[in-house]
């Protein structure tokens, strides 16, 4: 502890997004510390209020509290979702490193971030158990680590719930779904997930976590195959939320 100060002294940390060194008088050395520098934290767009109350999807207009989008107001998701921030910057920077360039150890400033923004939304849904959305064993093997076990690992320690690791499973290979329409998403992860042992998850409050949401379709295939298995509710996080322009 006394040891900390010291340290970044000596070795300041550096921000995980540009590599510059974070001062040390800086909030960023007061744990938790996500380890992003004041400078790229300010290029991150943070979704706040108002949101959906629901989908977590933000509105046009920056005034007014949370409230049910359109969508939301006509098919009530059985699911609740929020995400951080938008998918753009030196965020989008770091997930694409942390998914595709294998930088595990980013799931912790992602998951720290992800936790200090979301914190209420989590304390409220007071989940049982953390489920991450897991990958085909093909692309787990192309990987080597799935992306969203690990940040669901850093948010169960947060909130102190253990993660439940395969029990809901990709059933079938799916396409990647960048590129496809919302339409064709849907369509690409129908019925791609299954819950293997039921019972251990039936009356369950599950918080899912994955690391970005475009249109809500995986997270969506996802929460089918939980419901199927019985859960009591779903509470889904992501770090980052595509917005489409
Ligand atoms: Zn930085
Ligand atoms: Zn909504």
Redesign the pocket.
């Known amino acids: 502890m006394f040891l900390r100060p010291l340290l970044d002294l000596l070795f300041p940390p550096l921000c995980h997004a540009c590599k510059g060194a974070i001062p040390v008088a800086g909030a960023d050395s007061v744990p938790p510390r996500p380890l992003i520098c004041a400078g790229c934290l300010g290029k991150i767009s943070f979704l706040e209020s108002p949101l ?6 933000p509105f046009a207009t920056d005034r007014g509290s949370d409230h ?6 006509a098919h009530p ?1 059985f699911h609740t979702c929020r995400s951080a921030a938008v998918l753009e910057g030196p965020l989008q920077d770091l997930i694409h490193r942390f998914k595709y360039g294998g930088k595990m150890h980013l799931a912790d400033p992602l998951g720290v971030l992800t936790f200090q923004r979301v914190e209420q939304f989590l304390r409220q849904a007071g989940a049982d158990c953390v489920v991450p959305v897991p990958l085909h064993r093909k692309r787990l093997r192309q990987r080597g680590y799935n992306q969203s076990q690990l940040l669901a690992e850093v948010l169960g320690k947060k909130l102190k719930v253990p993660q439940v690791v395969g029990n809901l499973r990709r059933l079938r290979w799916t396409e990647p779904q960048t590129g496809l329409d919302a339409g064709d998403r849907v369509t690409n992860v129908k019925d791609a997930f299954g819950v293997g042992e039921p019972k251990a998850l039936a009356g369950k409050r599950v918080l899912l976590v994955d690391d970005v949401f475009t249109t809500g379709s995986t997270l969506g295939a996802c929460v089918d195959a939980l419901r199927e298995a019985e859960v009591a509710a779903v509470a889904a996080v992501t770090v980052a939320r595509g917005i489409p322009h």
């Open positions: 959906c109350t629901l989908c977590g999807a049910l989008c359109g969508a939301c107001l998701p």
